[in-house]
């Protein structure tokens, strides 16, 4: 189902022996528009202190009580490596977390298994391969690669949050900037956009479509498409209050010209 991203916001934690925190931000990669980790705020129980979980360990989401459970204990959480507030999160910090949990990170190509929502997701391939010193080994080899690569933090790695406010510039001029973000939670990637375009065409939001993005300037906070102002005023009508479902959905990637959404892992 297609969420927004401020929806999720503020939702609840359930570890397996009690209350963990609230969601307070994603972190996607912006090449593949994946959601990669979930920031936690573990409120007065760790003092402020915030964490790291990869959406592969979500398993339940109940949208009437607004919460999420994990198959993880507090103390599990407790004892993981802390955020701390300096941003871009690092790969290395990410590879402390996944190697923290004894999980094989979404970046080893062809070994995570990833990416559905469900408790099939995390990552692990198994106890007898997990376990292995053979590939243990290559892990560390491989992220202390490119831990080295990405000591200043994986530019790659964004904040739906940071990016929430950024100016949308069509090929010939500005239309709006991105109000929220429309988030599969089966997958847990961005389908699309919200953007507000209130300064140019009064009281309307629109959809962008990852697809449509060309570039972002993360120095100018500016994200550009690669189609003009009035291919997206003629876009199919987008309603806040009604649900985008399958047949919305075939209607907007017929107008773009675009191939339905991929699995992203």
């Known amino acids: 189902m297609l ?6 916001h503020g939702y609840s934690i359930a570890a397996t022996d009690g209350h963990l925190g609230t969601v307070s931000d994603f972190l996607f990669e912006d090449g593949s528009w994946s959601i990669r980790w979930l920031v936690v705020d573990t ?37 993981s490596p802390d955020l701390g507030s300096d ?8 590879a402390n977390v996944y190697d923290h949990y004894g999980w094989d990170p979404y970046w080893m190509s062809g070994l995570y298994v990833g990416g559905m929502g469900g408790m099939g997701g995390y990552g692990l391939m198994g106890s007898t391969m997990a376990d292995s010193p053979s590939l243990r ?25 940071a990016v929430t406010g950024y100016h949308i510039h069509a090929t010939d001029g500005e239309i709006g900037h991105v109000k929220d973000f429309l988030v599969n ?27 449509s993005v060309q570039q972002i300037d993360w120095e100018q906070k500016l994200v550009h498409l690669d189609v003009d102002r009035q291919k997206v005023k003629d876009s199919p009508t987008y309603d806040a209050s009604v649900s985008v479902d399958p047949a919305y959905e075939t209607q907007f990637r017929t107008y773009y010209g675009q191939n339905p959404p991929d699995d992203r892992a």
Request: charged letters at 25%; a positive charge.
């Open 87 to 94: 941003q871009p999160v690092s790969r290395q910090m990410e």
């Open 185 to 211: 939670d089966a997958n847990w990637s961005i389908h699309y956009l919200i953007v507000d375009t209130t300064n140019w065409w009064a009281g309307n939001k629109v959809l962008i479509s990852p697809r």
């Open 3 to 8: 969420r927004t991203a401020s929806q999720i």
């Open 137 to 161: 080994a290559r892990r560390h080899a491989i992220d202390d690669a490119r831990a080295r690569q990405h000591e200043g933090g994986d530019p790659h790695l964004r904040s739906t949050q």
């Open 43 to 79: 409120g007065k129980w760790l003092s402020g202190r915030k964490v790291l979980l990869p959406t592969s360990v979500l398993a339940d989401i109940d949208p009437g009580e607004q919460d999420f459970t994990i198959s993880l204990t507090k103390q599990q959480v407790k004892d």
